[in-house]
Structure formats: C-alpha cells, structure tokens
C-alpha cells in the first residue's frame, strides 16, 4: 500500500505563507501528477494546483486553481518523491483541508493515491 503524507498545516493569520509538503515515501517510482486539493466545511473538493513531471510527462506542467493563482506555487523534488505548496496572502477562504493527490501511471481516477489531508486555517 502506498502512504500519501502531508504536513506543514495549521494557523496562520490573514495575510501570512504556509507551506504545505506532500511525500510517499514507500514508492521507487516518479509520480507523473502531483496535487493539491482542499475542502472546506460544507464545500465541495477544488483543485488547488497540479503539477506533472517525471519519465511520463512532457516537461512540467502547472495548474492553478483559479482562487489561489498568483498566491500559491506549487513544486516538486523528485528525488524525494516529494511536492510542495508555497501558500501566500493567505485569506480566511483558503482555510480547509488540503489534501495530496498522486497520479504515477497517468491510468485515471481509479488509480489515484490520496493523503489523510492537513488542515489549514487563516484566522486573527
């Protein structure tokens, strides 16, 4: 069984970073996706920010979820089997529970790899 592990959540106030690290750590293979999911309390999931990479993708390829463009980056260290998510300006509507997802073999959904989530809350 492949672990998702997140960390780097918690408190924060308005107008401040996080970053938020993704790892699996049992997996000797390059994930071709790595992402960023977060939902909040009585929302539905959203995708944060998408990044390819590895023996199956073209190059690198980020996407952005449309909220937090501009504020958040997402990378990657494939060395590590690692993503990371450099969260900025922080706003109390990015408070929820980002969760990482990894795509290895570019095989769909069902295929998908996801963590227990990290919770994040922007608060004064």
């Known amino acids: 069984q492949v672990r998702v592990v997140e960390s780097g959540g918690g408190l924060v106030q308005p107008g401040g970073s996080l970053t938020l690290s993704c790892e699996v750590p049992d997996s000797k293979s390059t994930a071709y996706e790595m992402a960023w999911y977060r939902q909040a309390p009585g929302k539905q999931r959203e995708l944060v920010a998408a990044?390819?990479?590895?023996?199956?993708?073209?190059?690198?390829?980020?996407e952005y979820g449309a909220a937090v463009k501009g504020r958040f980056t997402i990378s990657r260290d494939d060395d590590k089997n690692a993503a990371h998510l450099q969260m900025n300006s922080l706003e109390p509507e990015d408070t929820a529970n980002y969760f990482c997802?990894?795509?290895?073999?570019?095989?769909?959904?069902?295929?998908?790899?996801w963590g227990q989530g990290t919770q994040v809350t922007v608060s004064s």
């Open positions: 997802r990894v795509d290895f073999f570019r095989l769909g959904p069902n295929y998908y790899y």
């Open positions: 990044l390819t990479g590895g023996p199956l993708a073209r190059g690198n390829s980020a």
